[in-house]
Structures are given as structure tokens and as C-alpha cells.
């Protein structure tokens, strides 16, 4: 927090207004912009994607399939999203703060809103960056590149900008956060006054939790708060999702930011968020009744007292019915009814006093979470363990990982005993299957499963630091170079 304290508030304000501010006089301009033809060939926008984080988008394929939310759920709050971005008459504020606790479905929410303001209007200008540390999305260097390329996408004159200002500065997109958002943001859409059209430029920007250091998303938000303040016609309109951090909610309770936003809560155990949870679980258990052939012979299963008390525990934690009912209808078990039953004992054998799960969701949560890990055998664990903390303790730099087979190199293990190992983690873990093996790697489904096994107190386990991780890497390198056939070079 002494990072964040130190931060000069003023710092993105005086850069932003004092060298771009419409008002600005006696100044020379060198490198006057030019902007080019459309008959222009060249691979500027596959160069200006190099500088993109990659995955991050709206449609990515790295994303596939997104989360959203089920039919029918979330409904108030979608509708509360939309009409905020379409009451122009009445909206008196550009930035709207999406905020809740983990597993609440503030991703599926964003990507869900996103998807329906896109398809009722082709044209719209909307850019969406989706922030994940555990598929190493969070770089803060790249969030204003990654817009700016999504944005040049569907606005031609604003492409022709990008592509003269680049080539007068082709390390433009190197330099600070804050130049950045003063060149690729306030002085074309400001200053130049390039969006002529109606309506707005629509940014999402989900999990900005997860982008890599508290100063930078303090920085981020105050370069876009500030941004929203001194120039509240420019074409902008800010959706920003994230988790209640405690230097989060205490930059934007500032006096000087508080008018600048209008926050919308997802609350987890409010009588809305617990129908919704219900409603998906009722659809996902009719789908398992209906893959399953054996299950054509208990066409009332689950019994709706058993039905109800999961639901319970859910208490509206949407990470805890997804991962649930991934547990109860794995495919590879072929028996949901035990599994459904090893659950009900769960919650029977925890259930606090009174039989309220109400305020203890993430304690159901993790309970569960223990349940799952308990399923692996002692010969597995250590293999497990080696292959969790490989998976969400490395850096980006790691590029290993896109692979499942190679993943199985790098570990030195065989990969039987790989998939052995984890043959219980299917709840948890996107695992591909061996024929994707080579195309797709292991993923996290939720970053709470990840959170839980960080915190040894928690899980119960100890994966170690990224500090150990790179000294287990350094270790797994020398293996893989001791097995490399020596060749001696021919004199010449």
C-alpha cells in the first residue's frame, strides 16, 4: 500500500492536461500527423497486435468458450447494465464500476452485456479487454494498445491516426501507461476530435484486479476517472468490473473521484443471486439427465429436498454451483447419483448451526474445494501438486505451457502418469483431452480454486512461491540439457 500512497494523484492529470488540453496555446506541433489513403498496403495492424495483450479480447479464441450467463439469469442486472449505456438523457456519469466478491459471474456478466450491445448494434465502436492472471493476461503496459487496436478494428479514421503517429514514433507503444492514454486516447478523441458519429465508444474492462500490480491498476483508474472528469463529452463510456480490493474501494471513496462513477454491486446471497444459482442448477442437472443413458432410469432424480439443500449452500455463489455440478456430471465417472450424494454428506456434515448457509459461501466453497482434492489418491498427490504449482505459479515468460505434451516434458513426466494424477480434477481443472494434447494446454476453471490453493491455511497444501517455481525450473532446464546427445563438431 506505500506504493499506492505514493502515487501522485496528480501525476495523470497535469501530463494528459497540460500537454494536451484544448486550451493549450503558444506550443509547436513537430511530426504533424499525414494521414494515409485506404489504398495503403502494409502489415501495420498485424505489427500493432505484437504490442496487444493476446487472448484478452471479447471473442478470443484463447477465451473459447467464454463464460456467460445461463438463459434467464442475471436478468436485472443485465438489463441495469444496458440501460445505462443506452439513457444518454438521464446518465450522468461516463464510468460505471461493476464490483463483487469472487465467484459472484462479474466475467460471464461483462462478456453478456458486452455480447448483446454488439449484436443490437454491428457498428458500434466497443473494445473489451478481460484481465486474467492465471492465463498470464495482466500485463499494464499493454491495456491502452489493446484497446487502441480494437477501436482502429471498426474505426477507420482512427486506424489511419494510429498508423501516422506510429510511424512518426515507432516506439510509441513502449512508452509509459501515461503517454499512451494521452496519445492513442486524448488527443485523438479530444483534441482531433476524430468520432464524429453518434453514440459512444463502449469500453469493457473486466478483472482489473487481476492486472499485475496495485500501483498500476490505481494508475489505470485514475488516468480513466480523470479522463471522464476534465472531458465528460469526449465519446467514451467506461464499464470496469472488479473485485471489492481494499485499494481499490478506498482510491475511488476519494471525495474527488466519488461523482465520477456510478458503482453497481453483485451481491452473493441476496434472494435475486440465490433464484438465479437455482435456475441454473435446474438446467444443469436436466442436461445430465439427458447425456446419461443410465439416468433414463431416474427421470425424478434429484429428489427436490436434496435439490433444494444444494442449492442452499450455494447461497448465490455461482463458482460454487459451476464447479458442483462439473463434480456431479463428470462424464468420465458415469455415476452423478453418488457423486450428487458425496456432496449432500458434504453439506450434511458442515452444515453450520441453525441450517443456514446465509453469509458462508466461500466457506462452502472451500469445503468442497477440499472434497475434490481429498479424491486423489497418495501415490498422485505428489505428482498433482507438481503439476498445480506449475501451472499457477510460473510467469507468462513460460510459453511451455501452451502445450499440454510439452507441458509433460518439461515436468519429466510420462503422460499417463500425468493424467493419472489428475483424473479427479475435472471440476476443477480444464484438461485437455489427449487428442488436443498437443494444441492446448491445462487451465484453471476459476481463479477462487487458484486463490484457495495459495493460501496454505486454506487448502491445506503448500505449492510453494514463484521464487521456488523458477529454481524447480532452473532444475527441470539442466535435466532436459543432460539428456541432449552429445555430438562432437568436426575440426575444420
Given amino acids: 500500500m506505500d506504493l499506492i500512497n ?33 489504398s495503403e498496403q502494409d502489415n501495420f495492424m498485424d505489427k500493432f497486435s505484437e504490442a496487444t495483450m493476446q487472448g484478452a479480447e471479447l471473442d478470443s479464441s484463447e477465451r473459447d468458450p467464454p463464460p456467460r450467463c445461463h438463459p434467464g439469469t442475471r436478468v436485472e442486472l443485465i438489463e441495469r447494465l444496458r440501460l445505462w449505456i443506452s439513457d444518454s438523457q438521464h446518465r450522468t456519469k461516463n464510468i460505471l464500476w461493476l464490483v463483487g466478491p469472487a465467484g459472484v459471474g462479474k466475467s460471464a456478466i461483462m462478456q453478456t452485456v458486452a455480447e448483446l450491445e454488439s449484436e443490437s448494434d454491428p457498428s458500434l465502436v466497443l473494445a473489451a479487454l478481460f484481465f486474467s492472471t492465471l492465463n498470464r493476461r495482466d500485463d499494464p503496459s499493454k491495456v491502452i494498445t489493446t484497446l487502441s487496436y480494437q477501436i482502429a478494428l471498426k474505426h477507420p479514421p482512427y486506424h489511419q491516426y494510429l498508423r501516422s503517429k506510429l510511424t512518426a514514433d515507432p516506439k510509441l507503444w513502449r512508452k509509459s501507461i501515461i503517454t499512451q492514454f494521452a496519445e492513442f486516447i486524448v488527443d ?64 475511488l471513496s476519494r471525495k474527488r473521484l466519488k461523482d465520477t462513477f456510478e458503482k453497481v454491486e453483485v451481491v452473493i446471497d441476496s434472494d435475486q443471486a440465490c433464484q438465479d444459482v437455482e435456475r441454473f ?37 455461482f463458482a460454487y454451483a459451476t464447479t458442483a455440478a462439473r463434480f456431479i456430471g ?27 448457509f446465509s453469509n458462508q459461501p466461500m466457506r462452502q ?31 507468462p515468460e513460460t510459453g511451455v505451457f501452451h502445450r499440454m505434451s510439452a507441458f509433460c516434458d518439461w515436468l519429466g513426466l510420462a503422460p499417463n502418469l500425468l493424467y493419472g494424477a489428475l483424473r479427479q480434477l475435472h471440476a476443477v481443472l480444464n484438461i485437455p483431452t489427449p487428442h488436443h494434447a498437443h494444441d492446448r494446454p491445462i487451465k484453471v476453471y476459476h481463479k477462487s ?15 510453494g512461491t514463484p521464487e521456488s517455481e523458477i529454481n524447480r525450473n532452473f532444475s527441470r532446464a539442466l535435466r532436459i540439457l543432460r539428456d541432449v546427445p552429445y555430438c562432437e563438431l568436426p575440426v575444420v
Fill in 6 to 38: 505514493r502515487l501522485p494523484p496528480e501525476a495523470p492529470q497535469l501530463l494528459i492536461a497540460g500537454a494536451l488540453s484544448p486550451h493549450a496555446h503558444d506550443f509547436i506541433i513537430h511530426n504533424p500527423i499525414i494521414f494515409g489513403s485506404n
Fill in 188 to 251: 485523438p478523441f479530444v483534441r482531433r476530435r476524430l468520432y464524429q458519429d453518434p453514440g459512444h465508444i463502449l469500453i469493457f474492462i473486466d478483472g482489473l484486479d487481476e492486472c499485475k500490480g496495485e500501483r498500476e491498476q490505481i494508475l489505470i483508474l485514475s488516468l480513466i476517472s480523470y479522463f471522464g472528469q476534465r472531458y465528460p463529452d469526449a465519446p467514451f463510456l467506461w464499464i470496469i468490473a472488479s473485485r471489492p480490493e481494499a485499494h481499490i474501494t478506498e482510491h
Fill in 281 to 317: 442448477l435446474r438446467a444443469e442437472f436436466e442436461t445430465i439427465r439427458t447425456s446419461n443413458v443410465v439416468m433414463s432410469l431416474y427421470p425424478r432424480w434429484p429428489p427436490e429436498g436434496l435439490f433444494v439443500k444444494l442449492a442452499a449452500a450455494a447461497s448465490g455463489l
Fill in 330 to 356: 463428470e462424464p468420465s465417472s458415469g455415476d452423478p447419483i453418488s457423486r450428487f450424494q458425496l456432496i449432500i454428506t458434504l453439506i450434511d456434515k458442515n452444515c453450520p448451526p441453525g441450517g443456514s
Fill in 365 to 395: 466453497l472451500d469445503l468442497l474445494y477440499r472434497h475434490i482434492l481429498s479424491q486423489v489418491s497418495e501415490t498422485d498427490m505428489f505428482c498433482m501438486q507438481e503439476v498445480l504449482a506449475s501451472v499457477i505459479l510460473n510467469g
Fill in 449 to 463: 480454486f487458484s486463490d484457495f490453493l495459495l493460501d496454505s491455511q486454506r487448502s491445506g497444501m503448500v505449492l
